[in-house]
């Protein structure tokens, strides 16, 4: 029995992995589609499809290919040496964002703790910094952007670099902190 042999470029684009990808999102594919498209590319006689299927069922899922060694994977034909190391990535990299945990975050309960925040940075400096602290909903501290460096005595900040960093950052609350260079004081609002 001769195998038909389809290339990637006869199967019609809505149906390639990485169009579907990028039309309807990853969430939309299978396990191998999302293989598929970490091996990259199929060998003269296989699709990468085709190549992906037959790593998945080697493997009989995702349990044991999470478990797979370079050396068990480069025993499958059509898998060398730099899409072995494509596919070990790719599950370490899932591994991690596994374990991933957000660090504590510092929790602002007055103007005083937003300005302690960075008092010990900004009290030495010789220049006017204008700072922006973002918080989410429960006032803590999701990203701490310097905005903008002034001189000795003036620091000019237009509103929309703070709100694009706001925005970008799903901040619930800005506060924003400038010191004087002085060293008299320092403000937050």
Do not use: W
Not at 49 to 56: E, G, I, K, S, T
Not at 114 to 129: C, F, I, P, T
Not at 176 to 184: A, D, K, L, R, T
């Amino acid at each position: 029995m001769t195998k038909l042999h389809v290339k990637m470029k006869d199967i019609p684009k809505h149906d390639r992995p990485r169009e579907r990808l990028m039309k309807y999102g990853a969430t939309a594919l299978s396990n191998q589609e999302l293989l598929a498209i970490i091996i990259g590319s199929g060998t003269r006689k296989e699709s990468v499809q085709d190549l992906a299927r037959r790593v998945y069922s080697h493997f009989e899922g995702l349990e044991l290919l999470r478990e797979a060694s370079l050396e068990e994977l480069m025993t499958i034909k059509g898998i060398g040496m730099v899409k072995a190391v494509g596919i070990l990535a790719a599950i370490e990299l899932g591994n991690r964002i596994n374990q991933f945990k957000v660090p504590e975050r510092y929790v602002i309960r007055s103007p005083k703790d937003g300005a302690d925040y960075v008092m010990e940075e900004l009290r030495l400096q010789k220049q006017e910094h204008f700072v922006a602290l973002f918080l989410n909903t429960k006032n803590q501290i999701i990203h701490r952007q310097t905005i903008f460096i002034g001189s000795l005595n003036a620091s000019i900040v237009h509103p929309r670099e703070i709100f694009r960093e706001a925005v970008k950052r799903s901040a619930a609350s800005i506060i924003c902190v400038h010191n004087h260079p002085s060293g008299v004081r320092l403000h937050s609002s």
